[in-house]
């Protein structure tokens, strides 16, 4: 069981460039989700999709925008890097958050804007 | 703005000792609460979940949720070296999504 895959593992962009981070998941979860993870700030989720067709903003979304191809894929754009958007990202997918079920986290992107 | 609230640490305790982690929430009609375990450099991983006032007990740890004032618990009872790692407290904070702590470092030492 893969669980949750995303891909790449690392990157470094050039302030201005775009790239999208892929997240696949193989455990038939209805709900997907975005983080990002910066010293003392936590994890902050920058978007969702609670179900295959929908997409929902978080806390952070300036910057970003998210596809969910499939009821297994939901892919994160940044469209022009900045270095404010340097952090680990990680994708999360859940089977019934509405019923108190937790996350299953995909193991991060390690993302350098220099 | 609903808040989750975790001293940042480092706990230390000593290898056999008992780790209490604590968590504040700020929505009072939060139902469901998490508890991450994520070693450095990894992803969290799900360790405990707890939606009723009281105690409930998983092999070492015991969380312990009290409602009326508003706070999580997380007990590792013989507390081990592996045990080491941040602690992140999450707690649902709407239909589809959940309020991550900053987290709290723990360090078991030998």
């Known amino acids: 069981n893969a669980g949750v895959t995303q891909t790449p593992k690392f990157q470094v962009l050039k302030t201005g460039q775009s790239m999208t981070l892929q997240c696949a998941q193989d455990?038939?979860?209805?709900?997907m989700y975005w983080y990002r993870q910066d010293p003392g700030m936590g994890l902050r989720l920058i978007y969702y999709?609670?179900?295959?067709?929908?997409?929902d903003k978080g806390e952070v979304p300036n910057g970003y925008n998210v596809s969910r191809l499939n009821k297994r894929e939901f892919s994160l754009r940044l469209e022009s890097a900045a270095p404010s958007q340097t952090s680990v990202y990680f994708c999360a997918s859940s089977e019934a958050p509405g019923k108190g079920y937790g996350y299953t986290f995909g193991s991060g992107t390690r993302l350098t804007v220099v | 703005q609903k808040e989750v609230e975790q001293n940042s640490g480092p706990l230390s305790v000593p290898e056999g000792a008992i780790a209490s982690l604590n968590c504040t929430y700020s929505?009072?009609?939060?139902?469901?609460f998490f508890w991450y375990r994520q070693y450095s450099g990894k992803s969290p991983e799900l360790i405990m979940f707890i939606y009723s006032n009281g105690d409930k007990e998983d092999g070492r740890f015991t969380a312990q949720l009290n409602k009326a004032s508003q706070y999580v618990s997380l007990l590792i009872r013989d507390s081990q070296p592996s045990d080491s790692a941040t602690y992140l407290c999450a707690v649902r904070g709407g239909t589809y999504k959940y309020i991550f702590g900053t987290g709290t470092r723990l360090k078991v030492l030998a």
């Open positions: 929505d009072r009609g939060s139902q469901s």
């Open positions: 999709s609670a179900s295959e067709g929908t997409t």
């Open positions: 455990m038939n979860h209805n709900s």
